[in-house]
């Protein structure tokens, strides 16, 4: 894996991390890991293959936990972490962040209080009039969703 794919993963388990309603230190790291990485020209998987674990960790942002998960990346182009929280809750939760007018905020309550986890769980949700039972959607942004969730 380059360093902008494990960027990339990085940045979407913060994202499903926070859909899942799992706020605070461990999103913002892994988060804040992402935008590291994707900002370094040299290869992740070079640093560790003359650093190992300790020049992973001498990375901003990059401790004991990411640079393991880092190295698991490299080796097999996943971690289990990843695998268990992509277990309970789907990847294509996600796919909610690419509908016009939905957040990460809207797309944790979609799927926190109505289990929306994919594209298709939204559009009959939407079909349905479900948007009007969300907290915080206007009209106007009701609209731009319906508009969206069709494509």
Known sequence: MNNAEIASRFERLGQLMTIRGEEGFRTRAYRNAAGTIAAMQTP?????RREGLKGLQEIPGVGKAIS??????????TFEAWE??????PETTLD???VD?????????????FKISSLDDLRKFVEGGGLELVDGIGEKTAERIKRNAKR
């Open 44 to 48: 992740l998987a070079e640093i560790a």
């Open 68 to 77: 393991a998960k880092i190295l698991e990346l490299i080796e097999r182009s």
């Open 84 to 89: 268990r929280l992509t277990a309970e809750t």
């Open 96 to 98: 909610l962040l690419t």
């Open 101 to 113: 007018g939905i957040g990460i905020k809207t797309a944790a309550a979609l799927y926190q209080r």
